[in-house]
């Protein structure tokens, strides 16, 4: 238990070592290994990885982009649409002040890729669910 | 692991509490000790310790009856360490002698008006002879020293490992139908078969040096955790190890058995709740109000009499449905002797279309979410609730921000 990290000023006793971080520090500290997929952080959205992937996703190309803008004092594209995080609202609310509650919202998508979405993905995954659960009914009951 | 019955000497001042752990502030130069009997019979020691200093600049050296132990930089906030004791001391059979020196101390301008001279925070200290133990705390704090010196250069490969991991506890809930406000659906189609794969003690093990490294394990499951058949095992390996578990709960799953496993292990449960009337909680969530405050008041007894490591969080999301209820749960929550009430946002999911009637009101997820002047109007309430009642906030919508200094308040 010796090595001695560079951060610096070390030898400043008044200095807590808050100065010289990235504009947030999830992606180096945290990871989420989830059913649902990796995500970089707790606010994260949508997920970087499948599950299984987890190993590969902590140094992915995905996550190394977001940890590169955070590091130069800028949210990535992945983490403006990341409309959860507190982070990114303070940052939209600060960008669109006075232009009322709406600036917080997320650009909208068009309605073809609306429609191209739920026939693609929610139709077909709504159809698997409900086998699945029929199927686990069966076989439970 | 046997909790050390040590003696505090010179440099230690009163026992206090965090809402974290059980603590005494030390000076720069502080002494305890320890049992002769323990000292004989044990290799390690492990401790808890909180620095303040966030790019582990403190420092701290360790001294049994003279004899350098170790020396090592301090992680911000309260992390787990371990030392080896090595040969007993030649103090004949009296308690040995344990002196902690610290290069720095908390700067007095962040600790106005307290005239002490404070070093960093001791929690509990525990003898063990488990060297797989030891050598994993080591790697826990270099890893971190690394991690810690990665992001300050802004590097984007890393070599380190995070020191917060995420896990999936349990894929299944018991609220049917879901929370108003929970996207239920959508995540069920994205975890797709992985709802019926296992987490349990052995993946979290399986995890490596991503399970090694961690402080915190922080359950984000889009189900309720306490029903995981595995949920006590889980608990023993965080508090084997020396992590701190944070467990989201709904509250309807508090049995004998979940209260036995949680209390007295390390770990923050975040209780949602959003509602202190059983009115406001039929229209957020169902009917089974009544059983909820009674479980928490066993629960409060329980963690207590097994040393109150277990820390209540009570979560609050601001909506147009509850914000009513604001002031009844803060009074709820000096009820049941909550460590906190956590003020969390209501998810912003840009154009949602949830809409759900439950318990006679219409929930329109779009039209719940406040504005932000909605917003800072509940933190002025509570700011003035959390003074009324004595209970502390924490602010989830400050995520990302500085921790606040006593310097930098008003």
Redesign the interface.
Same mark, same amino acid.
């Given at each position: 238990?010796?090595?001695?990290?560079?951060?610096?000023p070390?030898?400043d006793?008044?200095?807590?070592?808050?100065s010289?971080?990235?504009?947030?520090?999830e992606p !180096?500290?945290?990871?989420?290994? #989830?059913?649902?997929?990796i995500?970089p952080c707790?606010?994260g959205n949508p997920?970087i990885a499948p599950?299984t992937d !987890?190993e590969a996703a !902590?140094?992915g190309p995905q996550i190394?982009?977001i940890?590169?803008c955070l590091?130069?004092g800028k949210l990535s594209s992945y983490c403006l649409v990341s409309?959860?995080?507190?982070?990114v609202?303070?940052f939209l609310?600060e960008k669109n002040k006075g232009k009322g509650?709406e600036a917080?919202?997320?650009p909208?998508r068009s309605p073809v890729v609306l429609a191209i979405n739920r026939l693609l993905?929610?139709i077909p995954?709504?159809i698997?669910?409900a086998l699945?659960d029929r199927r686990n009914r069966r076989k439970y009951s | 692991m046997t909790a050390a019955p040590v003696e505090y000497r010179e440099g230690f001042f009163s026992p206090e509490d965090d809402r974290t752990l059980p603590f005494r502030w030390m000076s720069k130069r502080a002494v305890l000790a320890l049992p002769a009997e323990e000292l004989r019979g044990h290799e390690y020691l492990s401790l808890w310790i909180f620095s303040?200093?966030?790019?582990?600049?403190q420092r701290i050296s360790l001294a049994l009856d003279g004899r350098p132990l170790?020396?090592?930089?301090l992680m911000?906030g309260w992390a787990s360490?371990s030392v080896r004791l090595g040969t007993p001391g030649t103090n004949g059979n009296g308690p040995g002698e344990l002196v902690f020196s610290l290069n720095?101390?908390y700067?007095a301008?962040?600790h106005p008006g307290d005239g002490r001279e404070l070093g960093a925070r001791l929690g509990p200290l525990a003898f063990h002879d488990d060297e797989v133990k030891h050598k994993d705390a080591?790697f826990f704090?270099?890893n971190a020293?690394?991690?810690?010196?990665?992001?300050?250069?802004?590097?984007?490969?890393?070599a380190?490992?995070?020191?917060?991991?995420?896990?999936?506890i349990w894929?299944r809930c018991n609220i049917k139908p879901h929370c108003v406000y929970c996207t239920w659906?959508a995540?069920?189609?994205?975890?797709?078969?992985?709802?019926e794969?296992v987490?349990d003690d052995k993946t979290l093990e399986s995890?490596g040096p991503?399970f090694k490294s961690a402080r915190q394990l922080?359950n984000?499951?889009?189900g309720e955790p306490l029903l995981s058949p595995r949920f006590q095992e889980i608990l023993d390996l965080c508090q084997r190890h020396g992590k701190t578990a944070e467990i989201s709960t709904n509250g309807q799953a508090f049995t004998r058995r979940t209260i036995q496993a949680l209390a007295g292990k390390p770990v923050r449960l975040y209780v949602s709740l959003d509602a202190a009337t059983k009115e406001t909680y039929a229209k957020i969530r169902n009917d089974n109000w009544d059983e909820i405050v009674p479980n928490l008041m066993l629960l409060n007894e329980e963690r207590k009499k097994a040393g109150s490591v277990l820390k209540i969080y009570m979560v609050f999301i601001p909506m147009k449905v509850n914000r009513g209820d604001l002031e009844a749960y803060f009074r709820l929550c000096r009820e049941i002797e909550a460590d906190s009430l956590v003020l969390r946002?209501l #998810?912003? #999911?840009?154009?949602p279309k949830i809409e759900v009637d439950r318990g006679g009101y219409h929930f329109n997820y779009k039209n719940e979410m406040l504005?932000?002047e909605e917003v800072q109007e509940i933190f002025r309430l509570s700011d003035l609730y959390a003074k009324k009642y004595g209970v502390f906030v924490y602010n989830?919508?400050?995520?990302?921000l500085?921790?606040k200094?006593a310097a930098e308040a008003p």
């Open positions: 238990m010796n090595e001695t990290p560079t951060a610096s070390l030898d006793p008044e200095d807590l070592g808050f010289g971080l990235p504009l947030c520090r !180096w500290e945290s990871f989420y290994i #989830l059913r649902r997929g995500l707790c606010h997920i599950m !987890w !902590w140094n190394q982009e940890r590169d590091s130069r409309l959860g995080c507190p982070i609202q303070r609310r509650d917080v919202a997320p909208r993905f929610r995954g709504k698997h669910h699945r | 303040d200093f966030a790019n582990f600049s170790d020396e090592f930089p911000f360490y720095k101390v700067p301008k962040y080591k704090l270099d020293i690394l991690n810690d010196r990665e992001m300050r250069q802004g590097k984007t490969h890393l380190s490992y995070p020191t917060n991991v995420g896990i999936d894929g659906d995540m069920k189609i994205l975890e797709g078969d992985n709802v794969c987490v995890y991503f922080v984000c499951s889009i946002p #998810l912003n #999911l840009g154009d504005s932000w989830q919508f400050d995520f990302g500085q921790p200094h």
